[in-house]
C-alpha cells in the first residue's frame, strides 16, 4: 500500500484487517475433520487418564448409547439440511417404550410395532405440515410438540411404567453380532442407507437443494413441501427405531427415557459440520460428532464425577462446536 | 426512455385502514383474551371474583418478567433459552446465601443486587458468545442453558431454607387487595414499551432485527445492541428468579422449569415476528395474559394436570398453526 | 483548500472538483479489479459510469465508499489526500451512495428510516418523534416528494419508487454531497424515471456531484454531463456527453458495434403452442389472451408492474389463476412448475440468485437439478451420464470457466445466468419463458444469450421473452405485445416495431403525447 500523505485514523487500518486465506481454509478445514480429530484425540487421551473405558463391558455400554444417539443423529441431520429441526425426537423416542409394552403375555410384537411406526410418521407428518403449510418456526412447532407428546404419554401412563419389553427389542439392541452389540449394526446399516440416499438418489439432491435455496429449488421444479416434510417423517421414524433399540437395552420402561436426545442429536451434527442455514452436511461428520459426544458423556461417568457434569459437558460441547460453527462459516461468507 | 407524463401515484389508503392492518395480530390477541375470558366466565363461576381476577395479574408477573426479556431478544431476530436456568440459579445462590448469612433481614437488599449482577453476568456471557462467534442464538442459550442446568444440580437437589420473613413480603404486600408487585410490575411493562419505542437503543434492537446490514449502515454497534439485549433477557431472568423466591419461600431447584419456552410462546402469540425487526410489547403482555388466564382456567376447572400439559401444548399447536405469520411465498 | 488537479480546464468559472481519483489501482488474488483508474467529479454535475460487468465499476464504487483500499493511487477528497477510506471516513467527507438493493427497514417509518443515523432528541433523551417527522418532510420537500410520502408510512407499504427516494433522502440527512447511483433506474416502473430524473437535476442544481451507473445508455444522454467509460479495470475515456454518442460509447466498452447483437430472424413459424384466454391472475392481470406458435419469440413489453412478470410466472404454474384458461398443445396447461417442466415449459426467472440457482452448490449440481429423471433410474443417479449432460451443456451455452466443481456463487453474473439457461435447455423444452433474460449481464454474454435464443426458434422451441429493455425487445422478437396495468394493450409485427410505438402503447398514451390515464397504484409484478 502506498504511503502518500494517508490521514487514515488507526481504527481505520483495523478495520480492514483481512483474514488471509490460508487461515480462512484452516478453519474450513477444521471445522470439517474437527469432530473425527477430536475422536481420535479423546480415545487417546482415554488411554491414560481413564483406562477403565477400555473394559469391555463399558465398550459395550458406549456401542449402544452411540447407535441410539447416532440413529436419532440421523433424523436430525436430514431435517437440519432442509433448514429445519426437530425438538420432539425425545418424546417420539421415549413414546416407542411405552406403546410396544402393552402387550402382555405373548401376544405378537408386529402390530405394536407397526402401530408405533405409523405414529411416528404421524408426529413426522404433522411437524412437517406446520412448518410448510402454516410457516411456523421449526423449533417452536417442534418444541410445540414435544409438549403436546409428553403430555399426552403422562396422561396415558398415568405416571406409572408398567409392562416388560418384548425379547425380540432385546434382540435388536443388546444381542451380540460377533464381537460387537446388535445395535451397532442397525445403526451401520441406516447409516449406509440413508448414506447412499444422500449421495446417490435424486432425493439426495433435492434434499441439498431445498435447503439451498427453497424458492429456487421450487422454480426447478421440486416439489419442496413434500421434501421437508418427507424429512420429517423420516426424522420421527428413525427416533421411534431409536426409542425401541434403548428400550431393548434397558430392559423395561423408563419414563425419564429420551431427555437428553434433543440437545444431543443436534450438537453431534452441528460438530459433524451440519449447519442450521441448510444445504451443508453430510453423515460422516454426524457420526463422528456422535462418537464424540457418547465418549466424553461416558468418560465423566467413568472418571467418577457426579452425574450432573454430563449436562454440563453436553452444554458445553454443543456451545463450543456452534461457536466453531459459526465462526467458520462467517469466515467463510466473507 | 422518452419522457412520459407526471407520475400519478394512488390516494393513500384512509388512517384507520392501515392503523388495523399494521397492528392487525395485536387487535388478534385481544380479542382472544376477550373470547376466552367470556367463556371462562360462564363456565367457571369463581372465575369472575376480585380475588381470583387479581390473582390472575400476580400468576402473570413471573412469566410477564421472563417475556419482557425474550421479546427484546427476539426483536433482535435472537432468542435465549437460557432464561429459566438463569432464573433459577440466581434463586438457589441467594437463597443459599440467605442460608449462610443466617437469614438476616439486612442481606435482603445486598443479595438483591447479587442476584442480578449474576443474572448480568451470564446474559454478558450469552451476549459476547452469539456476537463473537455469529453462532445461532438458539443454539447457544441451549447450550449454555445445559450447563447451568448441571451447576444448579450441583448447588442442590433439595430446596434450600432460610429465606428471611420479610423477604416474602415481596409477594404478599398489598394495598387493599391489590398486591404492589402488580402495580410495579404494571409501572414495569410501561418504562420498558417506552424504551422500544422511543429510545435510541431500544429502537436499534428494531433496527438490528430488520437487517444487521442495514442497522451497521447507520451507525448503529450491532455487537453492543446484541449483548445488551441478552444482558437485558438475564437480568430479567433474575428479576422473576427473585421473585419465585419470595413467592415459594425456599430456594427450589424446580425453579422456572419450562418457562423459557413459555415465554417464547407468549411473544409468538402477541405477534412479535421470531424473525425479529417487527412487533410490540404490547402484544406480548396480550400473550401473557392470555396464558395465565388459561392456566387459571384449567386450575379452575380442576383439570387433571396430565392433562393440562397436554392442553397446554394442544392449545400451543393450534394457535401457532392459525397464526400463519404473513411472510412472502 | 481543494487542489485543482490536471483534469480542471482553463476555464476561470470552472466548479470545484470534489472528489478525484488518480492511478487507483486494486488486485484480488493476481486478479486486476483496477490498473491506473483515473477518475473525477465536480459540483454541479452528473458524471456516468459505464462499463461491461466486470468492468470494475462496482470495484471503483467500492474504494470510492471506503468499503475497499485501494493497493496504490491518491484519493483527493474535500481537499485532502489520501491512500484510502473506510466507511466512515467516506460519510463523514460526505460520500452517499444508493444501491439496487436499498438499505431501509420495511417495518419502519419512513421518518425513523430517514434518520435512522441521528435521530433528533427530546426530553430524558428520548427520540422526538414530531421532530423527526418534520425532518424528514423537510428533506423529502427539497426532493420535490414531500405530498406523495407520508413520513409516518412504513416502507414497507411504499412503492419501489417512493422507497427509492426515502433512500436518497437519507443520503442527504448524512450531508451527502457526492452521491453515487447503482443503476437507479434498473428497479424503477418507467412511470417514476421522470421523477427520479427530476431529483438528479434538482440535486445537481443545489451543487451536489453525482456518479450515475447504468447500463442503459439512453438515460446517459439524457442525463448526464460527462462519462467515463471503463474496460477490464483501465479508464478507456472520460468526455462530454455532447461530444460523444452511442455507438462510439458502445466500442469503448466492447468493441464491438451495436447491430451485431442480434442473429438474424431467420426461423419460420410453426403451429400454436400455447395458448390462452381471457386469463385472470391474482387481481393484478386481466383478460390476457395470447398465443404462442412454435419457431417464434413472442416479446413481452410494458412498464414495471404491468403485470408481465405475473403472466409469465402462471405460465408455469406459479401465482393464482382467478379466471380464464391456458391450454398447451390443445389440453390445459400444467398447473405447477414441475408439472410444467415435464410438459416442457420452463421458466427463466428474473433473479436468478433467489430463484435460479442453488449459490453453494457446483455448477455440476445446479445443471443437473432438473434433469435428474432423466439421469436416473429406480431412483439412483448414474455419474457418468451426469458428467456427458453437464458437458453438454457447457458447450451449448459457453460457460466459462468450464469447471463443473466450481461453485456456482463464484461465477460471474453471466455464467450464473447461463448456468440458469443450461440446466433447461438440457430438459429439451418446448416452450422456454424469459424473465429479464439479460438483466445486469456484460455484453459478450449478453450476445451469446441472444444467439442460444435464436437457435432455439430454429429448432421449433417457442420463447416468450418479456425484457424492460426495449433494444432487446425489437431485435430479438418476433412479435411484441405490449401490457398497461395488467391487461395487453396492443400487439405490434415487426414492421410497426419501434421504441415510440411500444411506449405508447406501454403508458397508454395518444399519439399526440398526451397524458397518461389515471392509474391504481399497481403492485410490481
Known sequence: MSTQTASRSPVARFRGLRFSPRVVRAVDLAGQLAAPIAVVITLIVALFVAPAFYNPTNLKTVGIQIAVLGIVAIGQTLVLLVRSIDLSVSAVLALGAVIVVQTEGGSSIIVPMIEAFAIAAAVGLANGLLVTKRQVPPFIATYGMLVFIQGARMAYTRGQASGTVPELLRAISIAPVGPIPAALVVWLVVNAIVLFFLLSTRYGRWLYAVGGNPPAARYAGIRTDSVVIAAHVLCAVLAMLAGLVLSGYIGYVDLRLGADYNLNSIAAAIVGGTTFTGGRGNLWGTAAGVALLIILLNLVVVIGLPIHWQYAMQGAVLVAATALQGFRQYLLSR | MTTIGTPVTAPPPPRWATLIRNNASILLIYGLILLVAGTAAIMAPNFRTPTNLVNILRQSIILGLIAIGQSMVIMTGGIDMSMAMVARIVALTVATLFLAGGSDPALIVPLVVVGLIVGAAFGLLNGLLITRTHASPFIITFGIASILRGVNLAISTTPIRGIPEEYLLVYDAKIGIVPINVLVMGLLWYLVWLFSTRARTGRALFAVGGSERVARLSAINVDRTLVIAYVFSAVCAALAGLFILSRTGVGDPGTAEGMDFQSVVAVALGGISMYGGKGSLIGTLGGVLLIAMLSNVFNLLQVDIYYQQLLLGLVVLIAVAAYKSPRSA | ?525
Open chain 3, 1 to 525: 483548500m481543494t487542489e485543482q488537479t490536471s483534469l480542471s480546464t482553463a476555464s476561470s468559472t470552472v466548479p470545484p472538483v470534489l472528489l478525484s481519483l488518480n492511478g487507483i489501482f486494486k488486485t484480488f488474488g493476481g486478479i486486476h479489479a483496477l490498473s491506473g483508474v483515473t477518475f473525477d467529479l465536480r459540483a454541479g454535475e452528473v458524471h456516468a459510469l459505464v462499463g461491461e460487468n466486470g468492468a470494475g465499476k462496482s470495484t471503483l464504487i467500492k474504494v470510492i465508499t471506503g468499503a475497499y483500499t485501494p493497493d496504490a493511487g491518491v484519493i483527493e477528497i474535500g481537499g485532502e489526500r489520501f491512500a484510502g477510506l473506510d466507511p466512515e471516513l467516506a460519510r463523514s467527507l460526505g460520500v452517499g451512495a444508493v444501491y439496487q438493493e436499498f438499505n431501509l427497514l420495511p417495518e419502519l417509518s419512513v421518518a425513523e428510516n430517514i434518520l435512522l443515523a441521528k435521530p433528533p432528541l427530546g426530553r430524558f433523551g428520548l427520540i422526538d418523534t414530531a421532530e423527526r417527522a418534520r425532518q424528514a418532510v423537510q428533506l423529502l420537500e427539497r426532493l420535490g416528494a414531500a405530498g406523495q410520502i407520508d413520513p409516518y408510512q412504513l416502507v414497507k407499504n411504499l412503492t419501489v419508487g417512493e422507497q427509492q427516494i426515502v433512500e436518497i433522502a437519507k443520503a442527504l440527512a448524512l450531508r451527502a454531497h457526492i452521491l453515487i447511483m447503482d443503476e437507479p433506474s434498473a428497479v424503477l416502473p418507467s412511470r417514476d424515471l421522470d421523477r427520479l430524473f427530476a431529483v438528479i437535476r434538482t440535486l445537481r442544481a443545489e451543487g451536489h456531484g453525482i456518479i450515475y451507473i447504468s447500463h442503459r445508455l439512453n438515460e446517459i444522454f439524457e442525463l448526464a454531463d460527462r462519462v467515463t467509460v471503463l474496460k477490464d479495470g483501465h479508464t478507456m475515456a472520460t468526455a462530454q456527453v455532447a461530444e460523444t454518442n452511442t455507438p462510439d460509447l458502445v466500442k469503448l466498452m466492447v468493441g464491438r458495434s451495436l447491430t451485431d447483437l442480434y442473429p438474424p430472424h431467420d426461423a419460420a413459424r410453426g403451429d400454436v403452442l400455447l395458448e390462452t384466454r381471457g386469463l385472470n391472475v391474482e387481481d393484478t392481470v386481466f383478460d390476457v389472451s395470447l398465443k404462442v406458435h412454435r419457431g417464434e419469440v413472442l416479446g413481452l413489453a410494458g412498464l414495471g408492474g404491468s403485470g408481465r412478470t405475473t403472466v409469465c410466472r402462471a405460465l408455469v404454474g406459479l401465482g393464482r389463476i382467478r379466471g380464464g384458461s391456458v391450454t398447451y398443445l390443445d389440453k390445459p396447461a400444467p398447473r405447477s412448475p414441475a408439472a410444467a417442466a415435464h410438459e416442457g415449459i420452463v421458466l427463466i426467472p428474473e433473479d436468478r440468485k433467489a430463484y435460479g440457482l442453488i449459490l453453494n452448490q457446483t455448477m455440476r449440481f445446479n445443471l443437473s437439478l432438473p434433469n435428474l429423471d432423466h439421469l436416473q433410474h429406480f431412483g439412483v443417479l448414474y455419474p457418468n451420464e451426469e458428467r456427458d449432460a453437464v458437458k453438454q451443456a457447457i458447450t451449448d451455452i459457453q460457460i466459462r470457466p468450464a469447471a463443473p466443481e466450481i461453485t456456482a456463487e463464484n461465477l460471474s453474473g453471466g455464467n450464473q445466468q447461463k448456468i440458469v439457461v443450461g440446466k433447461w435447455l438440457l430438459t429439451h423444452p418446448k416452450l422456454v419463458i424469459f424473465d429479464e433474460p439479460t438483466r445486469g449481464i456484460d455484453v459478450g454474454a449478453k450476445a451469446e444469450i441472444y444467439m442460444r435464443i435464436r437457435e432455439l426458434t430454429r429448432q421449433g422451441v417457442g420463447v416468450i421473452m418479456a425484457s424492460s429493455e426495449l433494444p432487446e425487445l425489437i431485435g430479438m422478437s418476433d412479435r411484441i405485445l405490449v401490457f398497461h396495468e395488467g391487461r395487453i394493450v396492443g400487439e405490434l409485427s415487426r414492421e410497426q416495431f419501434s421504441e415510440e410505438a411500444i411506449m405508447q402503447l406501454a403508458t397508454a398514451t395518444k399519439a399526440d403525447g398526451a397524458g397518461g390515464t389515471p392509474s391504481t397504484a399497481a403492485p410490481s409484478a
